[in-house]
């Protein structure tokens, strides 16, 4: 996460003296923030539920394998462990989606309520 700036920094980031440039210049960097927040979230939900596809096409396969193979019964125990797990966490990840998408509204409100007094 990165850093947040004291006022002095802003009024040297934003080019202005007046507190509600700063405000102005805060907000939109945190619009921004938001918007890439939710490309990288996509991103790693797009690739993780692709993974879970892969995997339960390997559970299928391995339901072949002899129970008496203990190395490949193992492994596929493991891989429906590690299945599981990654369920759990492209939940949380879309509850990541929809709290950050939930915010939009209210960082873009930030930015306009300090454009009315441009």
């Known amino acids: 996460m990165a850093s947040i700036p004291n006022f002095e920094q802003l009024k040297e980031m934003c080019g202005s003296d007046e507190i509600k440039d700063c405000f102005k210049f805060l907000f939109i960097q945190e619009e921004a923030e938001n918007e890439g927040s939710i490309t990288k979230v996509t991103e790693w939900c797009e690739g ?38 990654n369920d759990v966490i492209l939940q949380a990840l879309a509850g990541l989606l929809n709290a950050l998408r939930e915010a939009k509204p209210e960082k873009r409100r930030h930015v306009m309520v300090m454009e009315v007094h441009d």
């Not at 559970?59 to 492994?75: L, Q, T």
Request: glycine residues 8%.
């Open 48 to 85: 993780l539920h692709q993974k879970i596809g892969k995997f339960a096409e390997l559970i299928e396969e391995g339901r072949s394998f002899s129970y008496f193979d203990v190395p490949a019964m193992d492994g596929m125990e493991c891989l429906m462990e590690a299945q599981a797990r």
